[in-house]
Nanobody, 125 residues
Framework: QLQLVESGGGLVQPGGSLRLSCAAS????????ISWFRQAPGKEREGVSC??????STVYATSVKGRFTISRTQNTVYLQMHSLKPEDTAAYSC????????????????????WGKGTLVTVSA
């Protein structure tokens, strides 16, 4: 069974850091475009970042640029988050697709092949 599993969420104080992981089960990730999304209560899903196949390019939402870094190994994609703010509080999910476009300012947000169930990040004092 092909699955994506996120981990690394939790409660952190403003200004703190967390590293989220997106791991694949049943397939390897290196030939997939991976996107990280987040959704806060009462808000629409927001594309946070993406990384192209084999890590050739990365894209970040304006709201996280300079604070978040996406990276990948063969089977795991990481989202390193620094200088966290209360407005970063959300459920974070990853998704994978072989042919999505991750370049320029485009973070693919729909039509992805595989989705994880998410991990909750809470930024609060």
């Amino acid at each position: 069974q092909l699955q994506l599993v996120e981990s690394g969420g939790g409660l952190v104080q403003p200004g703190g850091s967390l590293r989220l992981s997106c791991a694949a089960s049943g397939f390897t990730l290196d030939s997939y475009v991976i996107s990280w999304f987040r959704q806060a209560p009462g808000k629409e899903r927001e594309g946070v970042s993406c990384i192209s196949r084999w890590g050739g390019s990365t894209v970040y939402a304006t709201s996280v640029k300079g604070r978040f870094t996406i990276s990948r190994t063969q089977n795991t994609v990481y989202l390193q988050m620094h200088s966290l703010k209360p407005e970063d509080t959300a459920a974070y999910s990853c998704a994978a697709d072989r042919y999505a476009i991750c370049s320029g300012s485009n973070i693919p947000v729909s039509g992805m092949d595989y989705w994880g169930k998410g991990t909750l990040v809470t930024v609060s004092a």
